[in-house]
């Protein structure tokens, strides 16, 4: 194949893998109602005042501040009347109203980094009520998708490493596609970590300089993201460089830094880690949301830490899917399906890794295991047993991505083994996605008569179309592997090429 002809066929898979990532985030864009997922209301609150300029808002004397946003906005609908019980249908849900004058509101996200909101809320401007909702949506849909896509592109043009595509796919829950197509920071930091992660591993294992600079550049903009979206961004970009610099060996990576570009790349990483950082510190803070269920003050330490363990275990199952308002889950063997396949990807990428590379993931998997537990035990007296999936997802990721990096390179295609992956990745997200449209439709456990809430365009197309694009995509991904695991032996040094 000439060289041309192979670019073009690269950037038909590549647009086919975003048009098909943004088509799945928008059925879920649809299919969830307003204020479907965990503090969207006042994530839209946040992203309206944002834009408007109102980067804060002023404190209650509390964790929350009080900004202006349109009165259409949000409506009486501060905590959705569906959303503590998972048997009330989404038809409850207040009118938004026609008044889209400024009002004082409450938001309890208020001390959060600013640029996610910056880059969603704008539609606030021109467009009113459920317009303006559906608008941001879409356009955090569009963003996470884009970030999705490039976690791909990198994956697939890691030369030589077969199961770098699978595990990515294998990442890309339900869970992730429902948060990218909601107003929550949570998807974009989900996304970007993933694209984060893999193109970390595939930068010097692209096979020509121009796959090479892609993958550099999607790491750049993948870090920088994942830096200040949310809290602990900070926190995962630096277990990221230090990971990055363990798989290359930290006496080549050290080399690189004497290269003026690309000490010009790690010093603008790491000056946006120290803005998020420093906007943690002085203006947000990492408490959890206030609960009910905070440890005894005679509870001994011992108490905290199985209790916060505990916690966490249920926090790892809610990566495949947990749904509303935190109140929703696919059937459990539809989890432990999607769990299953993550398990697999690791063991098979960790049992041929390298001993370093196996160093470096296993101490990966202990941090992602030991700093979740800890943060959760610390807040337990003062905030509760608190956290959810998507808090732990960056690192989380990441134990599967290096261990699949490390391995894939050593592992034989198995074309039946992918086509599992692939058909295991549709039933989970088919399953997940029918689940959760019932749930708001008829309220769990409620017959199915006549639905309180029915999506824009019906209740039959979101399901249908979402399948569609789900199969499609599942195979595409599928057929990526074959080349990805057909381009030679990875390179384990990034002193071969220079990466700018």
Not at 98 to 111: C, K, R
Not at 218 to 226: A, E, H, T
Not at 434 to 445: N, S
Request: proline fraction near 6%.
């Amino acid at each position: 194949m000439e060289v041309g002809e192979s670019g073009r066929v690269a950037g038909i898979w590549k647009l086919g893998i975003l048009l098909l990532l943004i088509g799945i985030c928008a059925c879920w864009v649809f299919a969830t109602p307003l204020f479907g997922t965990s503090d969207e209301t006042a994530h839209v609150m946040k992203a309206a005042a944002v834009v408007r300029g109102e980067f804060v808002g002023k404190s209650d004397g509390g964790p929350n501040t009080i900004v202006d946003v349109p009165q259409d906005l949000i409506g009486a609908n501060r905590i959705p009347c569906f959303a503590l019980d998972a048997t009330v249908s989404a038809g409850c849900l207040a009118p938004l109203g026609h008044d889209n004058q400024l009002a004082p509101e409450v938001t309890w996200v208020g001390y959060y980094p600013p640029l996610y909101y910056l880059l969603v809320g704008w539609p606030t401007l021109f467009l009113h009520a459920s317009s303006s909702i559906y608008a941001m949506r879409l356009m955090s849909a569009l963003l996470g998708a884009a970030l999705l896509a490039g976690a791909f592109y990198s994956a697939a043009e890691a030369r030589g490493r077969a199961l770098l595509v699978p595990a990515t796919a294998a990442l890309a829950t339900p869970y992730l596609f429902a948060y990218v197509a909601t107003v929550n920071p949570s998807g974009m930091e989900m996304a970007s970590a993933l694209c984060a992660w893999t193109s970390g591993i595939a930068l010097v294992d692209s096979p020509c300089d121009a796959s090479r600079r892609g993958i550099l550049i999607r790491f750049i903009v993948s870090m920088v993201v994942l830096s200040q979206v949310r809290d602990l961004g900070p926190l995962f970009v630096g277990v990221i460089a230090l990971s990055m610099a363990g798989w290359y060996g930290f006496r080549s990576s050290w080399s690189l830094l004497a290269r003026p570009r690309v000490l010009a790349v790690v010093a603008g990483i790491a000056a946006c880690a120290a803005f998020a950082g420093l906007w943690v510190l002085l203006v947000g803070n990492l408490s959890f949301a206030p609960s009910r269920h905070a440890l005894a003050p005679h509870a001994g330490v011992l108490a905290a830490l199985a209790r916060s363990a505990h916690r966490y275990a249920y926090n790892v199952r809610q990566i495949i899917g947990n749904f509303g308002w935190t109140n929703v889950y696919p059937p459990v063997r539809v989890s432990w399906l999607g769990l299953s396949v993550i398990a697999l990807m690791f063991v098979l990428g960790i049992r041929t890794a390298r001993r370093r590379q196996r160093i470096i993931a296993g101490s990966l998997l202990a941090f992602a295991v030991l700093c979740p537990i800890l943060l959760i035990a610390h807040e337990a007296r003062s905030e509760g047993f608190l956290g959810q999936g998507r808090y732990w997802y960056p690192l989380l990721a990441g134990v599967l991505v290096v261990a699949a990096g490390a391995g894939g390179s050593r592992v034989a295609a198995n074309w039946l083994l992918w086509a599992g992956v692939a058909l295991s990745a549709v039933v989970v997200d088919l399953v997940c996605f029918q689940v959760t449209l019932d749930r708001f439709r008829f309220g769990l456990g409620q017959p199915e008569v006549h639905a309180g809430w029915n999506p824009p365009g019906g209740a039959d197309l979101w399901p249908v179309l979402n399948g569609v694009l789900c199969i499609t995509f599942a195979w595409l991904w599928w057929s990526l592997c074959r080349s990805s695991a057909s381009r030679g032996e990875p390179s384990e040094s990034p002193l071969g090429a220079d990466p700018l």
